[in-house]
């Protein structure tokens, strides 16, 4: 019988972290369990998993980050032209684990990998939609969230800090902030609505709700409901931004005078200078012009494994 396909990122997250996944690992067999994989970069990661279940492979694993789950990810929905359905099972090694979280899946990856052992392919699973990208021409895609200038820099910036989770977001928050990123206008169009200009300091394109680590800027997101949620900061005083980090942190600053929230499924934007970008906390671009975003619903299925998980974070207060 084919045995899951594990594709392990290494180099993601925490030592302390790493060493949790290898006993569990270890405690449920290792390589007589699972057929391992350790890709050199994100690219080898996407061939292996689009090879491995073309292959015949029951599931497809990612341990690893959020950027690492988007490379495997991109990876199986090439080979879904051949063999449709691609099942995705995944266990967090990484910095912010933003989508882990907003599934309700386990944040520990010893008791991650446990529940997919248990259930397996055989287990629980729901459709994955992904999101999808065109920057200046270039396609890419994401399945946690996509972010464009402030949310972009503070990527940048938490991949150089030695913290795990959401202390080294924060700290790259305020370094951004100190740094005195200014706003730059832009003109968005959300889905068929008339375009307009909005002078924005960061947009938020959520398939999860939360990026960071835990800033839940759009709160509402859930990967499986076929929609995208967005997020758009205005520029304001120091301490009226800094005010609202407690209220993003808990996904309650809608209504806020600075903040403009909602729904799509196409999502475009122009910027009259050049900003970044980031897809699933990896910089992108450092200098576009034009996103236009979209989401594939039900792309993928998610492998929910056999133990009981808890429900996905998409609390918090409701638009009217």
Known sequence: MARPVLIVNSRSGTPRRRRRFLRALDALGGERRFDLRR???????????AAAWLGGAPLIISAGGDGSMRAVAGGLLEAAAQRPEPLLG??????????VRGLGLPLDPGRALEALADGGASGQTAPLDVGHVTIDGREAIFINALGIGL?????????????????????????ALAAGLRPWPATVRIDQRPAREVPALLMTIGNGPSTGGGFRLVPHAAATDGV?????GRQGPWLSILGLVPRVL????????????????DFEVSFSRPVAVHADGEVLATAA???????DAAALRLARGGAI???PTGSGERRG
């Open 39 to 49: 890709p050199s970069s994100a690219e080898q990661a996407a061939e292996q998993a």
């Open 90 to 99: 995944l266990v967090p090694l990484g910095r912010g684990n933003d989508l």
């Open 151 to 175: 949310d972009a820099e503070v990527a940048r910036r938490a991949g150089s800090i030695a913290l795990e989770g959401l202390p080294a977001y924060l700290v790259a928050l305020l370094g």
């Open 228 to 232: 995208l949620d967005y997020c758009i």
């Open 250 to 265: 808990r996904g309650r600053h809608g209504g806020h005078r600075l903040v403009e929230m909602g729904r799509c499924t």
């Open 289 to 295: 012009e034009h996103c236009r975003v979209g989401l």
């Open 309 to 311: 998980l808890a429900a």
